[in-house]
């Protein structure tokens, strides 16, 4: 007898199933033959492809260069549920040697954890020479997640935006490269990848109670973006803004983003590093954006 999983993707439309990343590039210059099949990808997904893998080349080609210098990166990734940050970190490290290259993505805190001082659970993973260390959410948690959801008190959120300007400080100023990603999925593409969760059992393991809340609490996420940023934008440590709705272009120039701002041997030249001004916005022109449609948040991005 199947498994529930099995009659589920027995049961999927042919239009639903993707072909896995790279595929349609590795397979390009194939030819006729028995026992193929033709696949036909729109040519802008050939080009993504293409894309995606020269940057990938650009991040090894860092992390080498990391390995010998002794740098640190710390790269912060925010954002609503379903914003595509997940996606995003797993396209920077796919080829990147795990050995100096981690993704921290923390549960709730424990018992233990809820009584101690609120970003001494997120030190021991900072990175050490070499490393790229990416926090799928991060310290942001108590900006905005906490407090929408009750899982923090006004006192506790209101220390946080005061102190985390000061710790950031002092990491940039002992040398971490830090980067704050907040990526922004509007309502109703947000929406649309729920549902899309519910359908496809790949899918599956994202579900999560609190996803019908996401859209629910939406004003009051936006509120309390609009505190951090206003509270946390700091030139030594500013945020990006990452446009998110098409989570292709999303990925391409967050990775752009970061590789212009790092320095390392045989790097591509800047225009083909350049990142889309339309997808990558900085902290001081959302803050700008939101400031003029605070009255009107059907105007505000996610």
């Known amino acids: 007898m199947g498994s529930k999983v099995d009659k589920e993707v027995k049961e999927m439309p042919a239009s639903s199933v993707k ?57 912060l990734f925010e954002g609503r549920d379903a914003a595509g940050k997940g996606g995003t970190i797993k396209r920077f490290v796919e080829h990147l040697n795990p050995r100096h290259a981690r993704v921290v993505a923390l549960t709730r805190p424990n018992e233990t954890e809820v009584t101690q001082w609120y970003f001494q659970r997120y030190i021991p993973h900072l990175p050490a020479g070499g490393e790229i260390v990416f926090f799928d959410r991060s310290w942001y948690n108590r900006a905005m997640v906490e407090p929408v959801m009750g899982f923090c008190t006004d006192e506790q959120n209101k220390r946080f935006l005061k102190d985390v300007p000061m710790l950031e400080e002092l990491l ?43 859209q629910k609490y939406w004003d009051q996420y936006s509120i309390r973006k609009f505190q951090m940023l206003s509270e946390t934008n700091r030139t030594i440590a500013p945020w990006t803004i990452v446009r998110s709705d098409n989570k292709k272009f999303a990925r391409l ?37 939101m400031e003029e449609n605070l009255m009107e948040p059907n105007n505000l991005y996610g």
């Open 19 to 75: 072909l896995l990343e790279k595929t349609a590039l590795k397979n390009a210059e194939k030819k006729k033959g028995k026992n193929k099949t033709a696949v036909w990808v729109k040519d802008w997904h050939l080009e993504y492809e293409q894309e995606l893998k020269k940057l990938q080349i650009e991040l090894m080609k860092l992390q080498t260069h990391m390995k010998d210098s002794g740098e640190r990166i710390l790269a």
């Open 172 to 214: 940039v100023k002992d040398g971490i490269r830090l980067f704050k990603f907040y990526f922004s999925v509007s309502k109703e593409e947000q929406k649309r990848r729920f549902d899309s969760r519910k359908t496809d059992p790949l899918k599956h393991y994202k579900l999560s109670p609190v996803d019908n809340l996401a």
């Open 253 to 289: 120039n967050c990775m752009k983003f970061l590789l212009s701002k790092m320095q390392y041997a045989d790097k591509l030249p800047d225009e083909e590093l350049a990142y889309d001004p339309e997808i990558l916005v900085s902290g001081i022109d959302e803050l700008k954006h």
